[in-house]
């Protein structure tokens, strides 16, 4: 089944330049314009010429798996194949919708062979259960595009448009010393939690009255944490340090060595605007509370 879906999106790749425009209307929803369809017709052809060689790849890949029979043969061949896409198959492409795909299409076999050799028939439940969470792991690995830690690139194809003429706004909370001088709160210092910025603009517009009770959690969170900290561990650093994986939101990675609690006046909510040529201009304050 494998082999021949492979064949057949050799066959459909040969069409794909024709598809392209049909493509662009079903996704961005409107016709493409004549001043893009040049690179549209570039962006195919760089598809057609890659999609051909995973395709072929693939065709070889599904041809030795067949003629595998042992245990040891398949170990074997899985650290092969790692070894070919960490490697050589990252230099092939250039394209990461492509290389994703394809890695998770050549880890269908494997998923197989491990099913097989488990076989979810030991005699103990322990063995059982043991079997069946490597077996999610592998597919969790494998059905997003073979994510292996920690070679997890990110995601791909996130852009945002600067307009430089206008200022740059950046929120979020600050501790302010009893000399006047401040640091940045950094997301990593309440991880688990996630989504830190959504969660304080929530509470901005939909309870403002209970902000300080907000500031009062942000604020026993780092006197609780501090004793990391101050050694210039993050909390999700705290058994590897840092080999630790990141944390799932960007973090700023701050020294508050001389930010001590007792040193601290205040915590506050608050946007500061700076020019592109990183020239304070003012500070809107949302919310302050005194660190008692």
């Given at each position: 089944?494998?082999?021949?879906?492979?064949?057949?999106?050799?066959?459909?790749?040969l069409?794909?330049?024709?598809?392209?425009?049909?493509?662009?209307?079903?996704?961005?929803?409107?016709?493409?314009?004549?001043?893009?369809?040049?690179?549209?017709?570039?962006?195919?052809?760089?598809?057609?010429n890659?999609?051909?060689?995973?395709?072929?790849?693939?065709?070889?890949?599904?041809?030795?798996?067949?003629?595998?029979?042992?245990?040891?043969?398949?170990?074997?061949?899985?650290?092969?194949?790692l070894?070919?896409?960490?490697?050589?198959?990252?230099?092939?492409?250039?394209?990461?919708?492509?290389?994703?795909?394809?890695?998770?299409?050549?880890?269908?076999?494997?998923?197989?062979?491990?099913?097989?050799?488990?076989?979810?028939?030991?005699?103990?439940?322990?063995?059982?259960?043991?079997?069946?969470?490597?077996?999610?792991?592998?597919?969790?690995?494998?059905?997003?595009?073979?994510?292996?830690?920690?070679?997890?690139?990110?995601?791909?194809?996130?852009?945002?448009?600067?307009?430089?003429?206008?200022?740059?706004?950046?929120?979020?909370?600050?501790?302010?010393?009893?000399?006047?001088?401040?640091?940045?709160?950094?997301?990593?210092?309440?991880?688990?939690?996630?989504?830190?910025?959504?969660?304080?603009?929530?509470?901005?517009?939909?309870?403002?009255?209970?902000?300080?009770?907000?500031?009062?959690?942000?604020?026993?969170?780092?006197?609780?944490?501090?004793?990391?900290?101050?050694?210039?561990i993050?909390?999700?650093?705290?058994?590897?340090?840092?080999?630790?994986?990141?944390?799932?939101?960007?973090?700023?990675?701050?020294?508050?060595?001389?930010?001590?609690?007792?040193?601290?006046?205040?915590?506050?909510?608050?946007?500061?605007?700076?020019?592109?040529?990183?020239?304070?201009?003012?500070?809107?304050?949302i919310?302050?509370?005194e660190?008692?």
């Amino acid at each position: 089944i494998l082999l021949s879906l492979t064949l057949l999106l050799m066959v459909l790749s040969l069409y794909i330049i024709d598809f392209m425009p049909s493509i662009y209307h079903f996704y961005m929803g409107e016709v493409i314009s004549a001043s893009k369809i040049d690179k549209l017709h570039n962006y195919a052809i760089e598809l057609f010429n890659q999609i051909n060689v995973y395709m072929i790849l693939s065709v070889f890949t599904f041809i030795s798996f067949y003629f595998l029979k042992t245990v040891r043969q398949y170990l074997i061949v899985m650290v092969l194949f790692l070894l070919i896409h960490f490697v050589l198959i990252s230099d092939i492409c250039t394209l990461p919708i492509i290389k994703r795909l394809y890695k998770m299409v050549l880890m269908f076999p494997l998923l197989w062979i491990f099913f097989d050799y488990f076989k979810f028939k030991k005699e103990f439940y322990t063995t059982k259960i043991t079997n069946g969470f490597l077996y999610i792991t592998l597919l969790f690995l494998t059905l997003p595009g073979l994510y292996f830690p920690p070679f997890f690139s990110g995601i791909q194809g996130w852009t945002i448009e600067i307009d430089k003429q206008k200022n740059i706004e950046i929120n979020g909370l600050f501790l302010v010393r009893d000399d006047g001088k401040e640091v940045r709160y950094s997301r990593a210092i309440v991880s688990p939690i996630n989504f830190v910025t959504r969660i304080d603009t929530f509470m901005q517009y939909k309870h403002h009255s209970k902000l300080n009770e907000l500031l009062q959690f942000y604020q026993d969170v780092y006197i609780e944490r501090y004793p990391l900290l101050k050694q210039g561990i993050m909390p999700h650093q705290k058994l590897l340090g840092r080999w630790a994986y990141p944390i799932h939101n960007p973090y700023g990675d701050f020294n508050y060595t001389d930010f001590p609690p007792n040193r601290i006046k205040y915590i506050k909510l608050s946007t500061k605007y700076y020019r592109w040529d990183k020239r304070f201009i003012n500070e809107k304050i949302i919310a302050t509370k005194e660190w008692r």
